[in-house]
C-alpha cells in the first residue's frame, strides 16, 4: 500500500468530525437529483408499460366535429380490429338537477385492449330498452345527480336508464369521473339522438388493434396521402396520454434544477469544510513535508480522503434517491392515478453521483491544491487565510475541468438543455452577484469600522477584515433565499390570481353550444332570471367555431417558422369568432378595423403576441378549413386583447369579419355573472328549449382549482426548501467554523472587560448584518425573477407580495442573528484562561 | 494603599481524566503597586494559573483573591470583566491578536470598550512608541512574531493600566527580539509606575523585576 493511501486511511480511521456539513451538502444534492431522475423514471416506465392499453390499442385515429367517412374507416379496418369511441360533453339531468356531464359512445367492439370494469352485466348494459338506452355513470356521477341505479336520466338529447356504475375504462388514467360526473353509452343511442352532425361538438377516436407494432410515422404518411383534406391526426402508443411525458419531463427537469442549486449552494460548504479541514491539518501536512513528503504525496492522501467521504455523502444520496419513489408510493401511492413502474434505475443514480463528486470536486481541489503547495515553513507560520499561498495551476485546472464537467453532464442529461443551461448561466450570475455583493459590504465595512467604537468596530472590523462572514454565507444562503423568494413571488401572484382576480372577473356560468339561430331567443330566457342581457359587465354572448389554420401567407403551416410560444394555434383546431363593430376592450395596434357593416372577403383581426409568433402583420394570409371547406382571411389589424376581463369575443386570438363565417351558423358561447341563487333555476329552464346547451359552473371550478393550486404551492415550496436548506447547511458550518475561530477574540476581548452581553450583542450584529443583506439580496433577486415570469409566461397582473418575502427576510434574519447567539453562546462556554492557553 | 494584587493561601484543583489535578497549593503572594514581581519555575508548575487566577480569568477552589483592592473571589464575570476594564492587562506569550483587525485596531479597541476618550491618537502614539509607525494599517497575518508582540504590548499599555500581567511575552520571540520587547515593556511600566506580575523561563529577564519568586510544583518559594 502506497504512503498516500495509508495516511489517508490512518486520518479517516480518526472519525468524521468536521465532517458532516461536507457530507450533508453533497447528500442533499444527489438525494435531490436522484429522486427527482427516480422518481420520473418510475412514472415514465410505467406508462409506458401500460401505453397499449392507455391507447386501447395500436394506433389511434382522431378527429373533431366529425366521425370518420367509409373510405377512412375502411382505410383503418384494413390495419387491424377497430373500435369507434366517441367524447362529448352535454347537460345531465336527472330529477330538478342539471349539470355537466363527459358523456362517452362506445362500439360494441370496445374495449380492443383490457377490460371495462362494470357493476352490471356488460352485455346488456348498453343495450336499448323500450325509449331508454343503458347508461353506465361514475361514482361521481351518482354522488353529484343523487342518483341510484336504475334511475331514468337525461344525457343531452340522450333519454337513458343508470344500469351500472362505472369502475375503471381501460384507457383512462385513474377512477372515471375523477373530474366531474361521467357516463358511458352506447354510440348506437347517441346516433338515434341526432347527436353526432357534422358541427356538432364531439371528439371521435377509431381505434386499430393489429396485435403488431404498427409504424406510426409511415402510416400517417400514407393516410395523409390517400386523404390529404381528412384532418385526421393518427397516434401510436408512445403518445398515449396527450401532454403527460412532456408533464413529467417538465417536473423532472425542474426538480434537477433545484438539486443542482442545492450542489452549488451547498458547495460553499463543501470548500469551507475542506478548507477549515486542511487549516487543521496544517500541522501535520508540515511535519510530512519536512520529514520528506512531497507535494504530490499530500495532494493524494487528501484527495483520497476527500474523495471518499464524496463518494459516501453521494452514496448516501443515492440510497435517499432510490429509495424514493418506495417511500412517495407508500405514502401518496392512493393519490397518484398514474402507472408506475417501481423499480431502481441506475442511470438516474449514476447521473446524480457523478453531478455530485463533480461539485464535490470543483468546489474541494483549490483548498487541496493550496494546502499540498504551501511550503512547510509557511505552515509553521500560521499564516493568516487570505495571506496564503495561491491555488496551483493544476488543481486550478482540475477543477476548471470538474465545473466543465459538471454542466456538460446536467445539460446533457436534461430533455431541455438550453432551459438548464440558461438556469445554471442564472446561477452563476446570481452566485457572481453575491460574491461581488460580499465584496462591496466588506469594503464598505472598512469605513464604517473606522467611525465606530468598540465592539461595533469590532463587528465590522470582522466583516471586512481576512475570513469575513460575508463571502462564507452570503452566496450560499443568498442563492437558496433568492430561489424561495421567486417561487414564493410567483406562487403570492398565482394565488391572488386565481383566489381574488378571477373569482371577481370570471363570470359565474358559462353557456356553450347556444345555437346560432336561437341565440336571441336564449337572451330572453336567461333575462328572465335577473340576468341584465343589456349590461356588458354582467353578460356577454359571441359566435365561436373551431378552425384549423392551415396556411400562413401561402406557407403551409407545417413548413412556416413559428414561435414556440404560438404553435397552439396552429397545432389543432383553434375557436375563433367574428364581430362586426370593434369590441371595446384592447385597441387595435397596426392596420384597421372592417366597418361595422362589411361584407366583402375575409378579414381578420389577430391578437398581438399570435401575430408576433406566427409572423403576421396587416396585409398577410391566413389559410382555415372550416367544416371541410377551405377559406383565406387577409390580416385587416393587430390588436392588444386584455386578457382576464370579464368579456367573451373580443378576448379572442383571432376575430373575423361577419358575413363569409356566419353563413356556417356557429354555436354561440355566453358568459354571465349571477348572483348564484338562481343558477339552478335556470339551468333547470333550460331543460325544455335548449336541452343541447351545455352550462358551466365556474364557482365550483375555481374553488377546485384553488385547492389544486394550494397542494401544487405546497409541493413546490418543499422541493425549492432543498436549496435554502443546503444554505442553511453552509449556515451551520459557518457556525462551526466560526466558534473555532470566534473562541480566542471571545476570551481576549474578556480578558479587555467586556461583559458575556456585549459578546452576545456583537456577533447578533455581526451575523445579523452578513445574513440580513444576503437576505435582503435574495429576496430582491427572487422577486425580479418572478416578475417576467408572472407578466410574460403567465401573462397576469403582478403585485409584489410584501407578505410573504417579509415572513422569509424576518425569518432569514432571525436564523442570522440566532446564529450569532449560536456562537456568542459556544465561545463563552469556555473559560478564557483555558482557550488562551491552548490557542 | 492598597495591594494591587494579594493572593491568600490560593488554591486551585482542576478535573481531569484520571481524577482531579492540584495545580495550586495554597498559593500567598503580594505585589505592591508599581512593583515588578517576575515569577520562574519549570513548565507545570503552575506559573500561568497563577496569573489566570490572579485576573480573574480562572475561579479558584480555595482561598482569597484581592485585585487592586477588590476581593474577586466570589464576583461574577461580568462584574470581573468590569473590574479589569482598563485597569488590568494581560500579555500572552502566543500574542492573540484579534486577527480581523489591524494594528491600530488591536490597540483601539480595549480602549473602547473601557470607554476611553480620544484613542486613535493616543493608540498611534503607542504604537510609535514600539516602534510600529509605519504598520498601523496592516493586519496580524501581515506581520512578524515580534512585531505582534509589540502590538500587543501597545495594546496591554495602552490604557494607563494599574497592573500588567505578562505570561512569557518573549517566550516565542529569538533572543535579540525577545530582549528589544523586553526592554520596551519594561521601560513602559517603570515609566508609568504599573505594576506587573512577569511570567518567565528567562532568568536574565526576570533579573530585571523588583522581586524574584519561584513556582515549584504548586508551591511559591520566595
New interface residues.
Given amino acids: 500500500m502506497s504512503a498516500a493511501w495509508r495516511i489517508a486511511i490512518r486520518e479517516l480511521s480518526g472519525g468524521l468530525r468536521g465532517f458532516w456539513i461536507y457530507l450533508a451538502c453533497i447528500t442533499l444534492g444527489v438525494a435531490a437529483i436522484s429522486s427527482a431522475g427516480s422518481v420520473t423514471e418510475v412514472f415514465t416506465r410505467g406508462l409506458a408499460g401500460e401505453a397499449r392499453m392507455l391507447l386501447g390499442g395500436d394506433a389511434m385515429f382522431a378527429v373533431n366535429q366529425r366521425r370518420l367517412t367509409d373510405d377512412e374507416r375502411a382505410y383503418a379496418e384494413s390495419l387491424g380490429d377497430v373500435s369507434e369511441k366517441i367524447t362529448l360533453t352535454v347537460m345531465g339531468t336527472a330529477g330538478d338537477l342539471r349539470r355537466q356531464v363527459d358523456l362517452t359512445g362506445i362500439d360494441d367492439a370496445f374495449p380492443l385492449v383490457g377490460e371495462m370494469e362494470l357493476s352490471g352485466d356488460i352485455d346488456t348494459t348498453f343495450d336499448q330498452q323500450g325509449e331508454l338506452w343503458g347508461a353506465a355513470v361514475s361514482q361521481s356521477f351518482l354522488d353529484q345527480f343523487d342518483a341510484a341505479i336504475g334511475d331514468e336520466i337525461n344525457l343531452g338529447p340522450v333519454r337513458a336508464e343508470i344500469r351500472a356504475r362505472l369502475d375503471r375504462l381501460p384507457d383512462q388514467i385513474g377512477t372515471p369521473g375523477s373530474f366531474g360526473p361521467e357516463a358511458v353509452v352506447s354510440i348506437r343511442a347517441l346516433e338515434a339522438a341526432d347527436r353526432l352532425g357534422v358541427g356538432q361538438l364531439f371528439r371521435t377516436r377509431l381505434i386499430v388493434s393489429a396485435n403488431t407494432e404498427l409504424p406510426i410515422r409511415e402510416l400517417r404518411e400514407a393516410f395523409d396521402e390517400s386523404f390529404p383534406e381528412a384532418n385526421v391526426r393518427i397516434r401510436g402508443p408512445e403518445n398515449a396520454v396527450d401532454g403527460l411525458q412532456e408533464l413529467l419531463q417538465t417536473l423532472n427537469d425542474f426538480l434537477s434544477i433545484i438539486g443542482i442549486a442545492a450542489l452549488i449552494a451547498g458547495g460553499i460548504g463543501v470548500e469551507q469544510a475542506t478548507t477549515s479541514f486542511l487549516q487543521s491539518r496544517t500541522s501535520a501536512i508540515a511535519a510530512l513535508k519536512s520529514l520528506g513528503a512531497e507535494s504530490g504525496l499530500i495532494r493524494t492522501a487528501y484527495t483520497i480522503q476527500l474523495g471518499a467521504l464524496a463518494l459516501l455523502g453521494g452514496a448516501l444520496g443515492l440510497t435517499i434517491g432510490a429509495a424514493a419513489p418506495y417511500l412517495m408510493v407508500s405514502f401518496a401511492g392512493d393519490q397518484i392515478a398514474l402507472p408506475q413502474a417501481l423499480a431502481i434505475y441506475p442511470i438516474p443514480l449514476i447521473t446524480a453521483l457523478a453531478l455530485g463528486l463533480l461539485s464535490a470536486g470543483f468546489f474541494a481541489i483549490p483548498a487541496i491544491g493550496r494546502a499540498r503547495a504551501t511550503p512547510p515553513s509557511a505552515l509553521f507560520r500560521n ?5 496564503g499561498t495561491r491555488t496551483p495551476v493544476l488543481e486550478r485546472s482540475l477543477s476548471l475541468a470538474c465545473l466543465t464537467g459538471f454542466i456538460l453532464l446536467s445539460t446533457l442529461s436534461s430533455s431541455r438543455p438550453m432551459i438548464t443551461l440558461a438556469l445554471l448561466a442564472g446561477t452563476a450570475i446570481i452566485w457572481g452577484a453575491f460574491l461581488l455583493t460580499a465584496w462591496l459590504i466588506k469594503r464598505a465595512a472598512k469605513p464604517v ?1 473606522d467611525n465606530s ?3 461595533t ?2 463587528a465590522f ?2 466583516i ?5 462572514l460575508a463571502s462564507a454565507i452570503m452566496p450560499s444562503l443568498g442563492i437558496g433565499l433568492a430561489l424561495l423568494s421567486l417561487v414564493v413571488a410567483v406562487q403570492a401572484n398565482l394565488l391572488r390570481q386565481i383566489k381574488e382576480t378571477a373569482p371577481s372577473n370570471a363570470p359565474s356560468l358559462v353557456f356553450t353550444q347556444i345555437p346560432g339561430d336561437r341565440a336571441e331567443d336564449f337572451d330572453q330566457l336567461i333575462s328572465g332570471f335577473s340576468v341584465d342581457i343589456d349590461d356588458r359587465d354582467a353578460y356577454r354572448r359571441a359566435p365561436f367555431l373551431l378552425v384549423r389554420i392551415t396556411e400562413l401567407n401561402g406557407v403551409p403551416t407545417a413548413e412556416a417558422e413559428i414561435a414556440d410560444s404560438e404553435r397552439w394555434a396552429v397545432r389543432g383546431e383553434t375557436n375563433v369568432t367574428f364581430l362586426g363593430p370593434e369590441p371595446e376592450g384592447g385597441e387595435t395596434l397596426e392596420g384597421e378595423w372592417w366597418a361595422e357593416d362589411y361584407s366583402g372577403p375575409l378579414l381578420v383581426s389577430v391578437e398581438e403576441g399570435a401575430a408576433r409568433g406566427l409572423g403576421l402583420s396587416p396585409g398577410s394570409t391566413i389559410g382555415l378549413r372550416v367544416f371541410g371547406r377551405d377559406l383565406t382571411a387577409e390580416v385587416a389589424a393587430i390588436r392588444r386583447v386584455e386578457w382576464g376581463t370579464f368579456d367573451i369575443g373580443s378576448n379572442t386570438a383571432f376575430i373575423f369579419s361577419p358575413g363569409t363565417l356566419e353563413a356556417a351558423n356557429p354555436s354561440h358561447v355566453a358568459i354571465a355573472r349571477t348572483e348564484g341563487s338562481e343558477d339552478r333555476a335556470l339551468i333547470a329552464a333550460l331543460k325544455d328549449d335548449f336541452a343541447g346547451v351545455v352550462v358551466f359552473e365556474t364557482r365550483p371550478a375555481l374553488e377546485a382549482a384553488s385547492k389544486i393550486f394550494d397542494d401544487i404551492a405546497l409541493a413546490v415550496n418543499a422541493a425549492a426548501s432543498v436549496v435554502t436548506i443546503a444554505g442553511l447547511l453552509v449556515l451551520m458550518g459557518t457556525l462551526g467554523v466560526m466558534t473555532q ?1 470566534r473562541a ?2 471571545a ?12 459578546i452576545f450583542q456583537l456577533y447578533a450584529l455581526e451575523f445579523s448584518i452578513a445574513g440580513g443583506i444576503a437576505a435582503l439580496l435574495g429576496a430582491l433577486i427572487g422577486i425580479a425573477a418572478a416578475y417576467p415570469i408572472i407578466v410574460s409566461v403567465f401573462e397576469a397582473r403582478w403585485s409584489i407580495p410584501y407578505g410573504p418575502v417579509g415572513v422569509i427576510l424576518i425569518a432569514a434574519l432571525g436564523i442570522s442573528v440566532l446564529g450569532g447567539l449560536f456562537v456568542a453562546r459556544s465561545v463563552l462556554a469556555k ?4 482557550v ?2 491552548d ?1 | 494603599m492598597a495591594e494591587s494584587l494579594n493572593l491568600h493561601d490560593v488554591r486551585l484543583t482542576l478535573p481531569a481524566q484520571s481524577g482531579p489535578v492540584e495545580i495550586l497549593k495554597g498559593v500567598s503572594l503580594k505585589v505592591e503597586p508599581g512593583e515588578c514581581v517576575a515569577v520562574i519555575g519549570p513548565s507545570g508548575s503552575g506559573k500561568s494559573s497563577l496569573i489566570s487566577i490572579a485576573a480573574g480569568l480562572e475561579r479558584i477552589t480555595s482561598g482569597k483573591v484581592e485585585l487592586l483592592g477588590t476581593d474577586i473571589t466570589g464576583m461574577s464575570e461580568d462584574a470581573l470583566a468590569r473590574l479589569r476594564r482598563g485597569r488590568v492587562s494581560l500579555i500572552f506569550q502566543s500574542y492573540h491578536l484579534l486577527p480581523t483587525m489591524t494594528a491600530l485596531d488591536n490597540v483601539r479597541v480595549p480602549l473602547e470598550i473601557s470607554g476611553i476618550e480620544g484613542v486613535k491618537d493616543k493608540a498611534t502614539k503607542l504604537l510609535q512608541e514600539v516602534g510600529l509607525g509605519d504598520r498601523l494599517d496592516h493586519y496580524p497575518g501581515q506581520m512578524s512574531g515580534g512585531e505582534r508582540q509589540r502590538v500587543a504590548v501597545a495594546r496591554a499599555l495602552a490604557s494607563d493600566p494599574e497592573i500588567v500581567f505578562a505570561d512569557e511575552p518573549t517566550g516565542n520571540l529569538d533572543g535579540d527580539t525577545g530582549a528589544g520587547v523586553a526592554d520596551m515593556l519594561f521601560d513602559i511600566v517603570q515609566k508609568r509606575k504599573t505594576a506587573m506580575v512577569l511570567v518567565t523561563h528567562d532568568r536574565e529577564l526576570a533579573k530585571r523585576a523588583d522581586r524574584i519568586v519561584t513556582m515549584r510544583n504548586g508551591n511559591l518559594e520566595a
Fill in positions: 499564516l493568516s487565510e487570505e495571506s469600522a467604537r468598540g465592539l468596530r469590532l472590523s470582522n471586512s477584515g481576512p475570513g469575513s475561530k480566542v477574540e476570551a481576549l476581548l474578556k480578558t479587555f472587560g467586556a461583559a458575556r452581553s456585549q473559560p478564557a484562561a483555558r488562551l492557553r490557542a
